[in-house]
């Protein structure tokens, strides 16, 4: 079978390729595929086009690129899961230095400040969320959920795991996922008119056998769930543990779960530092009390500040080692794989730069341009600014269903106009009609909003 050499593909040259089978002993390089069955097996060539130039293939690619609309382009008012914040622009300075960018998994010797920049970013996180223990981040909310519930069967011994109605359905999949076999979810209803969690279906299926409540603080829906305290004590009655997720920017404006009896707070990372993209970009956390029933259920890295043989000198490392999947192997509660530590990094820094009144202030305007938003929004005829009656963050879901008009529809004119809309909520929620998910942040302006709300007005009356 001839073989042409591409110029993008290592080691093609015939000639290093037979000196490298000859250093490992094998006669071609069909023999290192041989435990691949026949039938999967290529038999012809396969046919690569034509290599192009360095520049050419620069231009092609630039030429995909541009087909892409921006948020630099247009005004966004989608969230659903991946947010438009001010990013700024320390955290792409910092997270760019090479000893970040390129750091994987090595150790210290490789790695310098790698240990030292995670432990600050948990210990800053720790402070927000007003917890004792943070892991190293995940890849992002769905996972830190998932592997929060988990944590949380094998702490209490039991199978059964209760979610929320209203969380995100992405995240569902994800944590539903990672739990089965071996775990039973169930979800618990809510009130269709303010989306707090229904109680009473809650006592019902607090069962023996239940070993966690999973819901989301502000909701995937952009409510907020005022009953925390009611949940955390049926929950603790039952000697259920609670499991909150929670978007961190909101902490600075809304008491932390710990603070409404949470015993597991996990989350994302992406509003705190991170860039929006197609893919990439998300980070996940999990925090705890530190209590050894807690901290030895961790299948993560955590990192810890030790003083070393020298007197007044402290260094960084991993607590408790020896509990991690990285440590046990096949024998570990969870394999975590690779983490986002670029991320948490980020997420650090952007921590540090704001502190606790540039987080509240930050905070403070995303809920005033939400509520301002849908103030607005109320004046156009047929249309219902906030579906739910609860206090909202950020998100809120917008009412179409008088309009005559689909989300899709009024979504693709939008579109006309420069502007993304909210999330069409019609297939994840269909008992709630034509209504989409409105995200409004800090970088939002009143024009932005005002131009939101008249161009809604102008596809409304035609």
Known sequence: MSQKVHPYIPNMVPEVQAEMLKVIGAESIMELYSCIPEELQLKENLELPPALTEYELRRHIEGILNKNTS???????????????????????????????????????????RFQALFEYQSLLAELVDMDVVNVPTFDWGQAAATSIRMAARITGRKKVLLAKTVAPERSKIIINYGAPTLEFEYVQFDTKSGAMDLEDLKTKLTEDVAALYFENPSYLGFIEAQGQEISKLLKENESLMVVGVDPI???????????????????LQPLGMHMNYSGGQAGFIATHNELKFVNEYPSRLFGIVPTVKEGEYGFGDVAYERTSFAQREKGKE????????????????????????????????????????QQLN????????????????EFIVDFNQTGYTVEQINHRLLDKKIFGGKDLSLEFPEFGQTALFCVTEVHTKEDIDGLVQALKDILAK
């Open 379 to 394: 004046q156009i005829a047929n249309v219902s600014g906030s579906h739910f009656e609860s206090p909202f963050f950020k």
């Open 250 to 268: 909101s902490l600075g404006v809304l008491a932390p779960p710990s603070h409404y009896g949470a015993d597991i707070v996990c989350g994302d």
């Open 335 to 374: 394999s975590v794989g690779t983490q986002t530590a670029l991320w948490g990094i980020t997420a650090g820094v952007y921590l540090a730069l704001l502190g606790p009144d540039g987080m509240q202030e930050v905070g403070q305007t995303i809920m005033q341009n939400s509520q301002y938003a849908v």
């Open 71 to 113: 948020t630099k382009e247009y005004v966004n008012f989608l969230g659903a899961g991946c947010w438009q914040h001010f990013i700024p622009a320390v955290c792409d300075e910092i997270n760019q230095r090479s000893e970040f960018l390129t750091a994987y998994a090595g150790e210290p010797y490789e790695d310098h400040g």
